[in-house]
């Protein structure tokens, strides 16, 4: 069994636990550092990630995740991912483990929320290709820029970056947990394995 842990502090994270649940995973809520032990995997999940890194940074966790993400998989969506990358254009606590720079609420705010389908190629590693993704996207950031090591997984029609992988690090600037669509976190356990 695989195990994968959810950053607990504030956010959708019970909706990352019940899609690892549906696929059969084993989750842990983490909350504090001690948790990150034996885990395979960790989801941060979407929230408000100025709140997030704040309470990381409080309960001591910042550089235990670091560490962590030395030799496992994490995956970000959305405020998640703001707090995997490495830059986002303002002073707020990162994780700076992913090459990539991200432009917080770029499609401006709660209200210009949208969903829209996707072409994921990657994901016809977990699943039958051609079905696209149907993605959510509230008060979503972008990917701005990535950096050479890094692969694209999925583009807005108008080109703009929302999903990408580097090594066993996975961002996506919309919420897979909020659908019935499991493939992302079939990918994501697969990644976790892998490790
Ligand atoms: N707007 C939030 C932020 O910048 C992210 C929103 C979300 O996770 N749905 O942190």
Redesign the pocket.
Known sequence: MTLIGVLALQ?DFIEHIHALQRIGADTREVRLPQQLQGLDGLILP?????TIGKLAVAYGLMEPIQEFGKHHAIWG????A?LLSKDAKRHQPLLELMDITVE??AFGRQVDSFEVDLDIPALGKVAPPGRPYHAVF????LIDSVSAGVEVLGRLPNGKIVAAREGHFLATAF?PELTQDDRFHKLFVEMSKSD
Do not use: L
């Not at 979407?46 to 100025?50: A, I, K, L, Q, V």
């Not at 969506?77 to 998640?80: E, F, L, P, R, S």
């Not at 509230?138 to 950031?141: E, S």
């Open positions: 956010g979407g929230g408000e990630s100025t969506t959305c405020a998640g703001i917080r609420n509230i008060r979503a950031p919420h």
